[in-house]
């Protein structure tokens, strides 16, 4: 299990990507920073980085409407 | 036509052209090139109409106005089909004689015929000129045969054939492939294989699933050449077929024309045939009523020659200045409105409908090399040259590719005139080489060009004499280019500039030790580093001639000295004492009266008042005028 | 899909570079340096010096290539300085040097290169004015790509190339934003007058010009602000559940694709202009559409230029359960034309048609319009009243508060509905978000001291996606900030957009809570500030500038009697469900609140007590939040400024002092 912005439990698989957890969220927005624990995550890693088991993840959107 | 016409309708629109013209005797083909209209062409077709009509004949012969037949300095020309009598240089008053002795008399006009300029005899008919007997005709097949402004007559010289084949097979992999197999390179100067180009467009346009574009490159910026403006005025549906099949071999439903604003009668003529092609249904929506649509508009190029260059040509159609960009990034990936864009040359396009209609191993049988695995293997098909400067026949010649130099210019140019030698043939425009004599045996095709230091180009042929100074001539083709470059990158606007000073100096009398390293350094630099084949391409006349004419640049530093006596600061002229008679021819003429002399005693010149102007030389009789 | 990566050597050197970068980024990034004068970091190549130019080897063919523009495709090696190199680089400089022999960025990159003469390519052009043009391109670009505008280009061709404006005059059309200046190596262009006499001119321009530069360069990959605007978050709110549809009822529609900013850019937006509120904004996302042929109205048949449809615009059409773009444009043409605010227009004719179809008015209210969601066509035709003050349409046109008023003191249908689906506060209307399941923003929109508008605080991301501000507290300490930070754009007539609608490519480099506030941008406008005042500003003076503003406008508020507890309260729509459809439209989410956070079992609840424990629950949370944040902003509990926080402000005019709680 993985935990997403302290808000979101998502099961865990072998090879489970940054990518595919923010395509199980719909985290589609421009503006994002993702860190595994507390490392940073490139947009071009997000397909090739695995998220460990028992991992928080925090994706951050930088968004404030209009 | 005004309705769209059907597939199966080309033949009995074909029949119908031909019945009609077996209602006359014989047609009366009148050349309506620009060159014929400059010299009275049109005047000529409405006298003839006239002249049939006061004789009663309009209806046994049928006057027809054609392009250009590649003969312009002959012209205004009527051949009389189907005998295919040549008459060339006609004035007004020629007509009637034309009329009564040879339509009314059955008596064909020897006056008004061709003479062999060295043997003088009389070439009744096209085929036996000797500028025409070598030529073998495929992009230009239709000129002189039918009217450029009526589809019908090109439809019943076979057009559209190949685009009901292809639109019926609806293939287009097989056309792209058809096209590389045929070997066809581009015409316009790169010599980059059509179908490898066409097959990276299709690739691109499906990888982006966007638009593509086709375009035709009409800006002819060469000075002297005219092989695409006469493509367009004596057979426009050629053109517009061939995009037409391009545009369906990789997906284009937008086509594009590139135009030069001197080229009037050609877009008049270009106007009327899409007119026609878009009523008959042969262009625009629904293609011979398939769902294959294709439109096709005009862009006018306000005569710029680097606007001829793919990349500035495309910024110019968007609007923008006429200036290359850096193509690490191909246009046939991000071309024009950064789509994919296939950008042909007008002669590459109207080679397209006979290759499909003929096949590509009827094109690739023509020229050099083995092409029919690869295109880059040879030089297939012919090319159109304009053939200009010192021969005695000039004019427009499509020959096959592989043909040598000297068959070019001996044979179908008749050879240099006036007693003068042949020194040098420059070709492929202003960034061309020039070729001497030794390699008159060189066969013409893409590769061999560049392996002298010279290019295809697009086919101008500049002939020269052993009057011309190599070092003016390159000075002029820099000048040329200096004028032309668009400036934007450096070594191209600096660099050009620094050789025409260099050169004009050389010209002047003023070359320096290490004129000619400096030269070299700065052709290698532009050469190297410039942004577009424009700089790329300009050190060639220099180079060239630096290569073949060294002594000549020699001469000019070290003993201020113009071999061929045309740079005016190093030559001056004399009267020589045995020659002259004292007959006095050049005493008016000279413009300074620096000419003094008795009658029937030799004449002198006076150095200080001669301004080098040369016309003493070309008056006397007595070849009594020395240059040095 | 993320760009490969390739391997190339430079120098012997092993670098990995991302396929299609420009081959001197790598270049640069190994530490080494290239002899330029064309290349600028922040605009796209010109290519045009030719000094960058580097030997490259693919498959054992060589070839020079210049490094700015040419982009890595494949394996290569690459030699940044070979004897050939070398040799056309030290050509080059002299052609420089011979025409500016005294252009001190030449002279630089010529000694680089081993020149220090160019007498050789010495001629009647050669100019020998330090600050001459040197052709390098970078004012074009700039002119261009920071701010759109194209006022400057090159005329002549080859050696009589020279920078120009149209017709070689002075362009009226240039609008002095300088930024040409600032890019130029050489001093050629100079700025003569700086009309606002700034204090430090050059500060301002500095801090700008990174607007500009991350405008140029940033914004294509980001939110695409220049392309299609506020308008490209039509399909995010959308997909995380915040496009108001319905009269907010719901925060998504299978229809939202019709009216995207997809379609907005391919058939309606006019791209490359500076389509700006004021000139020089390089973001200019104000948008326009040209040409639009009207279909209704007074202005029938003619084609307009219609400004906008930006993010609101679209929302407040979703609202009205409208997604024919057509309309979007044309009501945002008589919205502009009549002088009606779209938001208000938007999210009054959602409480009328929602009211519609519930039967509180008919057709004979309306004037025979069948006012349901989506009819775009009644719409129009509504608006076309307003304007005129005719028939339903003047009913319409008193706002949301007077027609709940109007329609519960008529007594029709439930008055407890009427009240809970009109979004107002304080009587005015709504934007264009759901706050449902964000607590924060609730508070953000209801306790606006204005009323419902995100323009203090838009906090939905914060709260509800990245789970930043858990607690009473964290929520109301952005209550606090950003409504101060948001005023004080405000304050000084600077435009909020450009703090966040773009994002430095290195933000992330701060933890998220800071990463937030876009630690650069705000600097940004502090720079600003300084450069014209001279006054050095942080974040705690900052605040407190905005602070006093903030608790001022509340008294006024609180003089008019809309500055109480009563007034920040929302309408139950912005607070959770308050019909059947509404709560099943997401039971999942509903229940699964009742299970984990109060601990219910809502297997074995009606849908009405369901319904009633979640509104109990989501009315209180709200009550606690107005409590924190009251107390954080210095407020009493009716949310009216104390004494001690106005003392605390230097606020002490006694009228004032009055109004304040003890
Ligand atoms: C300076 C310059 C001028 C050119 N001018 C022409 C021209 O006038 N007509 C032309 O067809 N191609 C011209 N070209 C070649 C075009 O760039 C391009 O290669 C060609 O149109 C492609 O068509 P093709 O493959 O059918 O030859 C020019 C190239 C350069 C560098
Ligand atoms: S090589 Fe010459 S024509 Fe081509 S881009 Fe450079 S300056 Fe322009
Ligand atoms: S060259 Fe010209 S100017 Fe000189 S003598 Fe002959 S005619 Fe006169
Ligand atoms: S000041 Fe601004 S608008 Fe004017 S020319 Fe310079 S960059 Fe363009
Ligand atoms: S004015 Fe300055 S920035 Fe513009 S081209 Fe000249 S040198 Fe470059
Ligand atoms: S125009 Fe008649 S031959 Fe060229
Ligand atoms: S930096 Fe000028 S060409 Fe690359």
Redesign the interface.
């Known amino acids: 299990m993985i935990r997403v ?3 979101h439990d998502i099961p865990w698989r072998e090879g489970l990507t940054v990518q595919d957890v923010l395509d199980h969220l ?6 994002i ?1 993702v ?1 595994l624990g507390d490392e ?1 995550v490139e ?6 980085t695995s998220v460990p088991d028992g991992c928080a993840m ?9 | 036509m005004t309705n769209p016409i059907s597939m199966n309708q080309l033949e009995t629109i074909a029949a119908d052209v031909h019945a009609e013209q077996a209602k006359y005797r014989g047609m009366l083909m009148v050349c309506n090139g620009t060159g014929c209209v400059a010299a009275k062409g049109f005047e000529i077709k409405k006298i003839l109409n006239d002249k049939l009509a006061e004789h009663g004949l309009q209806d046994q012969w049928l006057v027809v106005g054609t392009g250009c037949n590649g003969f312009c300095a002959v012209g205004p020309i009527v051949v009389v089909q189907p005998e295919g009598i040549f008459y060339q240089k006609l004035k007004e008053k020629d007509v009637e004689t034309l009329v009564t002795e040879h339509l009314v008399g059955g008596k064909p006009v020897e006056k008004l015929m061709h003479k062999n300029p060295v043997t003088g005899a009389i070439n009744p008919k096209m085929e036996d000129i000797s500028f025409f007997t070598k030529q073998q005709l495929v992009a230009l097949r239709n000129k002189g045969l039918i009217d450029p402004e009526n589809l019908d007559h090109y439809i019943a010289r076979g057009g559209y054939t190949a685009l009901r084949r292809v639109i019926t097979e609806n293939r287009p992999g097989d056309v792209i492939a058809e096209i590389t197999r045929s070997g066809l390179r581009g015409r316009g100067g790169g010599g980059f294989p059509a179908g490898v180009k066409w097959a990276s467009g299709r690739k691109a346009m499906e990888r982006r699933g966007c638009e593509i574009y086709v375009v035709c490159n009409a800006d002819e910026g060469d000075p002297g050449a005219f092989m695409d403006r006469s493509i367009i005025e004596s057979d426009p549906y050629a053109v517009i077929e061939g995009m037409t099949l391009g545009a369906f071999a990789v997906g284009a439903s937008e086509g594009f024309i590139y135009i030069r604003k001197e080229y009037p009668l050609a877009l008049v003529r270009l106007n009327k045939a899409l007119d026609a092609a878009r009523a008959a249904g042969l262009l625009g929506g629904g293609i011979f009523g398939t769902d294959f649509s294709f439109e096709i508009r005009i862009h006018r190029g306000a005569g710029a020659f680097v606007c001829g260059e793919s990349s500035a040509l495309m910024a110019s159609m968007a609007g923008r200045a006429g200036e290359p960009r850096a193509k690490y990034v191909h246009n046939v990936e991000y071309g024009f409105r950064d789509k994919p864009t296939v950008l042909n040359n007008v002669e590459t396009w109207a080679n397209v409908p006979p290759i499909l209609e003929k096949g590509a191993a009827w094109f690739a049988g023509m020229g050099t090399g083995d092409v029919k695995d690869n295109p880059w293997n040879g030089s297939s098909g012919t090319k159109v040259f304009s053939l200009v400067g010192k021969v005695r026949n000039t004019g427009l010649v499509e020959v096959p590719m592989g043909i040598t130099l000297r068959e070019i210019i001996e044979d179908v140019g008749g050879g240099v005139p006036d007693g003068r030698t042949f020194k040098a043939v420059q070709t492929g425009g202003p960034s061309g080489g020039c070729i001497p004599a030794s390699h008159l045996d060189m066969p013409v095709d893409f590769d061999s060009l560049t392996e002298l230091g010279s290019m295809m180009g697009s086919g101008g042929m500049i002939v020269m004499d052993d009057r011309t100074c190599m070092v003016d001539v390159a000075r002029y083709f820099v000048d040329f280019l200096v004028d032309e470059s668009c400036g934007k990158c450096t070594p191209c606007r600096e660099g050009l500039f620094a050789l025409s000073r260099i050169l004009r100096r050389i010209c002047d009398g003023h070359g320096e030790e290490g004129d000619l390293d400096m030269l070299e350094a700065i052709c290698d630099t532009v050469r190297e580093t410039s942004l577009c084949q424009l700089g790329g391409s300009a050190p060639n006349p220099v180079l060239s001639t630096l290569k073949f004419f060294r002594d000549e640049y020699e001469a000019h530093i070290h003993e201020k000295r113009c071999p061929a006596g045309v740079c005016k600061p190093l030559i001056s002229y004399r009267i020589l004492e045995p020659e002259c008679t004292g007959c006095g021819a050049c005493v008016k003429p000279c413009p300074t009266a620096a000419i003094t002399g008795e009658k029937k005693k030799t004449h002198t010149i006076d150095a200080e008042k001669c301004i080098r102007c040369g016309i003493c030389f070309e008056v006397c009789k007595f070849h009594a005028v020395e240059v040095k | 899909m993320a760009p490969e990566k390739i391997d190339i050597t430079i120098n012997d050197k092993k670098v990995t570079v991302l396929e299609d970068s420009m081959l001197i980024k790598a270049v640069i990034g190994a530490g080494i340096a290239l002899p330029t004068l064309c290349y600028h970091k922040d605009l796209t190549p010109n290519g045009t010096c030719r000094l960058c130019v580097c030997e490259i080897e693919i498959k054992g063919k060589k070839r020079l290539v210049t490094a700015c523009n040419y982009p890595v495709r494949q394996e290569m090696t690459v030699w940044t300085s070979s004897e050939r190199v070398q040799k056309h680089r030290k050509l080059l400089a002299q052609m420089y040097l011979g025409r500016w022999p005294n252009v001190p960025v030449i002279q630089d990159v010529a000694r680089r290169c081993g020149v220090t003469d160019g007498a050789a390519f010495a001629s009647d052009l050669t100019d020998p004015n330090p600050k001459a043009c040197i052709l390098c391109g970078h004012c074009v670009k700039a002119c261009d790509e920071f701010i759109q505008e194209r006022i400057l280009d090159f005329a002549g061709r080859g050696i009589l190339r020279h920078l120009t404006m149209p017709f070689g005059e002075s362009d009226p059309h240039c609008i002095g934003c300088t930024s040409c200046a600032h890019v130029c190596p050489t001093g050629a262009i100079q700025i003569i007058d700086d009309t606002n006499h700034p204090v430090d001119p050059d500060m301002i321009r500095r801090h700008g010009m990174k607007v500009n530069a991350e405008m140029a360069t940033l914004d294509k990959n980001q939110c695409c602000m220049r392309e299609v605007g506020t308008a490209n978050i039509v399909e995010v709110m959308d997909r995380y559940d915040l496009l108001p549809v319905h009269n907010y009822k719901f925060g998504q529609h299978p229809d939202t694709y019709k009216v995207d900013s997809q379609v907005l850019r391919k058939k309606y937006f006019t791209q490359n202009n500076p389509d700006a509120c004021w000139f020089g904004c390089s973001m200019s996302c104000a948008k326009a559409v040209d040409g639009f042929e009207l279909k209704t109205g007074p202005y029938k048949g003619h084609r307009v230029t219609v400004d906008g449809p930006e993010y609101e615009t679209v929302g407040a059409c979703t609202n009205m359960g409208c997604f024919d773009p057509d309309f979007i444009v044309e009501f945002n043409f008589y919205c502009d034309t009549y002088g009606i605010d779209i938001i208000s227009a938007g999210t009054g004719m959602a409480f009328v048609m929602e009211c519609f179809e519930a039967g509180v008015i008919t057709t004979a209210d309306t004037g025979g319009l069948e006012l349901r969601f989506g009819a775009c066509d009644e719409v129009l035709e509504c608006i076309h009243q307003m304007s005129r003050g005719e028939g339903f349409g003047v009913e319409v046109g008193q706002g949301v508060r007077q027609l709940k008023e109007k329609w519960i003191r008529e007594g029709r249908g439930d008055a407890q509905f009427i009240r809970d689906i009109g979004m107002e506060v304080k009587g005015l209307e709504y934007s264009e978000y759901v706050p449902k399941e964000s607590l924060a923003q609730q508070a953000g929109y209801a306790m606006a001291v204005k009323g419902p508008q995100h323009d203090e605080a838009w906090l939905i991301f914060m709260d509800m996606v990245n789970n930043q501000i858990p607690s009473f507290e964290d929520k109301a300490e952005a209550l606090y900030y950003f409504p101060l930070w948001r005023t004080w754009f405000g304050l000084h007539g600077l435009c909020k957009i450009v703090w966040n609608d773009v994002a430095p490519a290195d933000n992330k480099k701060y933890a998220p809570q800071q990463a937030a506030k876009i630690p650069e941008h705000v600097d940004n406008y502090f720079k600003f500030f300084e450069g014209m005042t001279g006054e050095k500003l942080d974040e705690e003076k900052m605040l407190a500038q905005s602070a006093r503003v903030h608790n001022l406008q509340r008294l006024m508020s609180v003089l008019f009697g809309f500055g109480t507890r009563a007034e920040d309260t929302p309408p139950y729509r912005s607070l959770g469900p308050v019909t059947e459809e509404e709560y099943l439209s997401r039971a999942e989410r509903y229940d699964g609140q009742l299970r984990s956070v109060l601990g219910l079992d809502p297997e074995k609840m009606t849908l009405d007590e369901k319904r009633a424990t979640l509104r109990t629950h989501r009315e209180s949370q709200y009550q606690k939040v107005m409590d924190a944040a009251y107390a954080r902003r210095g407020w009493s509990q009716n949310g009216i400024p104390t004494k001690a926080r106005l003392r605390e402000l230097g606020i002490d005019l006694p009228e004032l002092l009055a109004l304040a709680a003890d």
Do not use: C, I, Q
């Open positions: 912005n302290n808000l719909k985290y589609s927005y421009a503006l920073t860190t940073l947009p071009e890693r997000y397909a090739d925090t994706v951050f959107h930088l968004a404030h409407g209009g």
